[in-house]
C-alpha cells in the first residue's frame, strides 16, 4: 500500500513539456482579389464615365494599392441597371467570386451595380457569406463594415427610386408624343430602318415584305412561306437564320407595312420588376395615318388580313368534331385515348382499358373536363409567362454561352464587336461635343454598324451550327403563339390547343399533364 502512494507520488509530481513547432508553409495568397466593376448607359456623353475610361480608371487604382492585385475588370455597356438579367459581365463576376476567384469588388456607386434594392441585397449578403466585400465609392460604403448593410439599404432604395422615377418621365413623355402622333419606336419593324427617327424602306428587306404577301394571298401558308425563306438564305431581322410562321403572321398583321402605326399596343407597369401587358383598353391607343413610306398597299393589306381571318376559322372548325383526337395517351400503358359517348356524355378512355379492363387500370375522363383544364391552363400562362417561360429561355441562353465560351472563334467576333461598339460610343460623344460633323458622323456609324450587324451574324452562323436540340426554338415559338394570342379565353379553342400542346398524358381521373410542344410539362387537375 505504501509503494503503492510512492508511485503515484512520482506520477504527480512529473513536468509538463512543451514543445514549439515553427511554421514552415508560407501563405501562398497574401494580397486581396480585388476587381472592378464598372457600368455606362448607352445615351451617356460624358467621356469621363465612357465605358473605356472607367475600366482604365479601376485599373490603375488598384495597381496603385500595394496590397491588391487584378483578379479582373468587368464592365457592362449600353444596358439598364433595373435589372440583373441582362448584365453579362456582372453575372460572370458573380460567378468567379464563387469560384473564390475574387476577395473584393469596387464600383463607382449603388446606382451603378444595381438600381434593384432586392437585386443589391441579395447580391450583397450572397458575397458577405463567401467573403467577398464590396466598396462603394461615391457613398463611401464598405460592406466589410457590419453597420454597412443598412445605409447600402437606403442608398439603393434612393438608387430605385431615381430609376423608376427616370422611367415613369420617359413613359409620360412617350404618351405625349402617342397623342400627337409624333411618337416612332426605335425599334423598327422588319423591312425598315430609322433614320433621323423617321421609318425609312430598308430595299432589300421591304422586297420579302412584298414577297410574303404576294405568297401568302397566292395561297401559300405561313409556314411554307417560312420555310421557303429558309430554303431561300434569307435571314430574318437582325440576321437570324430561321423563319417561323408566327413571323410571316405577325408581318401580315402588322399596320406599320401600309405607311400607318397604331401606338401603345402594349404598356409597362410602373412597378418593378417592369413587365409589359397587351392594351386591352386600360390605356388609349391612337391609330396614325400616313406617317411613313407604305410597302404594300392598303387593298393588299386588307385582303391579306381577311384570308387570314377566314384560315383561322377554317383551323378551328377543321378540328371541331374531335378536337382531342390523337392528342391524349394514357400514362400508365401510353396507348392512345379513343373518344365515346354515354348517355349523351362525351368521355375519352384508354384504347386498352376499353379492350380488356386487367390490361390497363386506367380510368376514363370526361372532354368537358379536359377542355376546362386546357383553358384554364392557357389564362395561367397568359398571365404568368414571362416568369414561366422566360426564366428558360435564359437558362438555354446560358447553356449556350457556357458551350461556346471556348471556342476561339466566338471570342473574337466577340472581341470585334466589343471594339467597333467602344467606336461607336466614342463618335457619339465627339458628336455631342460638336467636334465631329454630323455628315462624317452618320457616314462612318452606317460603316461601323453595318461591320457589326456582319459579324453578329457571322456568330449566329456558328450558334446556330452548335445547337443540339430545338428547346430553345420551341420555347421561343410558344412565347411568341401565347404574345399573339387571345387575351384570355371562355371557351374551347382548338387551334391554340394544337398549337401548344404535343401531348396530353391522362395521370387519374383527377388531372392531366400538358406537354407543351418545348417539352415543358405542366399538371392542371380536372
Not at 438600381?115 to 464598405?142: A, M, P
Amino acid at each position: 500500500m505504501n509503494s503503492l502512494n510512492i508511485q503515484g507520488s512520482s506520477a504527480l509530481s512529473r513536468q509538463r513539456e512543451i514543445v514549439r513547432i515553427e511554421a514552415t508553409a508560407t501563405d501562398v495568397h497574401t494580397k486581396l482579389r480585388v476587381a472592378g466593376y464598372a457600368r455606362v448607359s448607352s445615351d451617356s456623353e460624358d467621356q469621363l464615365n465612357s465605358f473605356s475610361a472607367q475600366v482604365n480608371y479601376y485599373q490603375r487604382l488598384i495597381e496603385k494599392n500595394d496590397k491588391w492585385e487584378i483578379a479582373e475588370i468587368y464592365a457592362d455597356e449600353a444596358v439598364s441597371g433595373v435589372s440583373l438579367d441582362k448584365r453579362d459581365d456582372f453575372a460572370r463576376m458573380i460567378s468567379d467570386c464563387k469560384k473564390g476567384k475574387i476577395d473584393r469588388i469596387i464600383t463607382k456607386s449603388t446606382s451603378r451595380f444595381a438600381r434593384n434594392t432586392l437585386d443589391t441585397i441579395r447580391v450583397i449578403r450572397e458575397l458577405k457569406d463567401i467573403g467577398v466585400t464590396v466598396y462603394f465609392e461615391k457613398e463611401n460604403l464598405d460592406t466589410a463594415n457590419l453597420t454597412s448593410e443598412n445605409l447600402l439599404t437606403l442608398y439603393s432604395l434612393f438608387a430605385q427610386e431615381e430609376s423608376m422615377s427616370i422611367s415613369k418621365n420617359c413613359k409620360k413623355g412617350a404618351r405625349m408624343r402617342m397623342a400627337k402622333g409624333t411618337y416612332v419606336s426605335s425599334n423598327p419593324p422588319y423591312g425598315y430602318r430609322l433614320t433621323d427617327n423617321q421609318l425609312e424602306v430598308n430595299e432589300p428587306e421591304a422586297e420579302v415584305v412584298r414577297r410574303i404577301f404576294a405568297e401568302y394571298l397566292g395561297g401559300r401558308s405561313s409556314t411554307s412561306i417560312a420555310q421557303g425563306l429558309m430554303d431561300d438564305e434569307i435571314p430574318f431581322k437582325n440576321g437570324i437564320e430561321k423563319w417561323r410562321n408566327q413571323a410571316i403572321t405577325t408581318i401580315i398583321k402588322n399596320e406599320r407595312y401600309i405607311g400607318d402605326m397604331l401606338l401603345q399596343k402594349f404598356y409597362n407597369e410602373d412597378a418593378l420588376p417592369y413587365r409589359q401587358f397587351k392594351n386591352n383598353g386600360e390605356l388609349p391607343k391612337y391609330y396614325v395615318k400616313n406617317t411613313h413610306e407604305p410597302i404594300v398597299d392598303r387593298l393588299q393589306y386588307e385582303l391579306a388580313n381577311i384570308l387570314l381571318k377566314e384560315r383561322a376559322v377554317h383551323i378551328n372548325s377543321e378540328y371541331s368534331q374531335y378536337p382531342l383526337s390523337r392528342k391524349i395517351r394514357c400514362s400508365e400503358c401510353g396507348t392512345a385515348y379513343r373518344r365515346k359517348v354515354n348517355n349523351k356524355t362525351t368521355y375519352w378512355v384508354c384504347r386498352q382499358h376499353d379492350r380488356n379492363k386487367d390490361n390497363c387500370g386506367s380510368q376514363r375522363i370526361t372532354e368537358e373536363a379536359v377542355h376546362g383544364a386546357f383553358i384554364r391552363l392557357y389564362n395561367k400562362l397568359k398571365q404568368h409567362y414571362a416568369s414561366i417561360l422566360l426564366p428558360i429561355i435564359s437558362s438555354l441562353e446560358k447553356l449556350q454561352e457556357l458551350n461556346t465560351r471556348n471556342n476561339p472563334e466566338i471570342s473574337t467576333l466577340n472581341k470585334q464587336i466589343a471594339e467597333l461598339s467602344e467606336q461607336n460610343h466614342v463618335m457619339n460623344g465627339l458628336l455631342s461635343k460638336g467636334i465631329l460633323d454630323s455628315a462624317l458622323f452618320i457616314s462612318q456609324t452606317d460603316e461601323i454598324n453595318r461591320k457589326i450587324r456582319s459579324l453578329k451574324l457571322a456568330k449566329s452562323r456558328i450558334l446556330t451550327e452548335q445547337e443540339s436540340d430545338s428547346m430553345f426554338d420551341k420555347t421561343e415559338e410558344l412565347v411568341e403563339i401565347i404574345e399573339n394570342g387571345p387575351e384570355r379565353i371562355s371557351k374551347m379553342d382548338t387551334a391554340l390547343l394544337h398549337e401548344l400542346v404535343d401531348t396530353i398524358l391522362a395521370c387519374d381521373t383527377q388531372s392531366v399533364d400538358f406537354k407543351l410542344i418545348n417539352g415543358l410539362v405542366l399538371t392542371e387537375r380536372l
